[in-house]
């Protein structure tokens, strides 16, 4: 079955530090999505990519796609205490023969002021 | 358009009761999930539905999980008995499928269940 991957679990940095999560899969993706949360509240969508070697930016946060499409990284330049949270990377991914829609494992970021 | 609508926001419960938590999907999606996340074992999919048919309910935890889509526009998770080990944060989430790729993947705000 196809898993996702991410790295670092955890990552503490100093505000005004850049930061780079990444998100491994086991196959191809069909679509990998970047999100946000605090916990116990709802995911907020921050990027799709979908070709290889795509890449998209929303104000300091860069998402890339590798060629292959089974790597994405997420980059946040010049941190601040905001970006804290857990980020999530998700993907159409394809379980026994039924597409279905998995998640990484989550990547807790503190921001230090 | 209001998003993914879930409710209630919080539920706390006695062990050994009926807990039925609700979720409206964003109109025009042909998709819904339900996902429960804790601390311990993160975001999981406990069920998903395509055109209000269940595909694929393999996360379910155990029989005393039930989940129902009678029409696009509502679904329900039914937890009958609840025990202190259900409690966690449900979501709900819906989006457009077109064959392999999903778009416009949203999720509710959540439901926090305790279960005493």
């Known amino acids: 079955s196809q898993e996702l991957e991410q790295s670092p679990q955890s990552l503490i940095v100093q505000e005004g530090k850049n930061l780079t999560i990444n998100c491994t899969s086991s196959k191809t993706l069909y679509g990998l999505y970047w999100y946000k949360q605090k916990y116990g509240e709802g995911l907020i969508f921050l990027m799709m990519?979908?070709?290889?070697?795509e890449e998209k930016s929303h104000e300091k946060i860069t998402a890339k796609l590798d060629e292959k499409k089974q790597q994405s990284s997420l980059h946040i330049t010049a941190s601040q205490p905001s970006h804290a949270g857990i980020y999530l990377c998700g993907a159409d991914g394809r379980t026994s023969g039924t597409y279905k829609y998995i998640f990484g494992t989550g990547t807790r970021l503190k921001v230090l002021a | 358009d209001a998003g993914v609508i879930q409710s209630p926001r919080h539920e706390v419960t006695e062990m050994g009761q009926e807990v039925t938590l609700r979720c409206k999907p964003i109109?025009?999606?042909?998709?819904l999930f339900w996902y429960r996340q804790t601390m311990m074992r993160g975001l999981e999919l406990l069920i998903y539905f395509n055109n209000n048919v269940p595909i694929d309910d393999s996360g379910m935890p155990e029989d005393r999980f039930s989940a129902k889509m009678p029409n696009a526009s509502f679904s329900t998770l039914k937890i009958q008995p609840s025990e202190p080990r259900d409690s966690a944060v449900y979501f709900c989430a819906s989006s457009l499928r077109f064959g392999q790729t999903s778009y416009g993947y949203t999720f509710g705000s959540g439901t926090r269940l305790t279960v005493v």
């Open positions: 990519l979908q070709k290889g070697g």
């Open positions: 109109s025009g999606h042909n998709s």
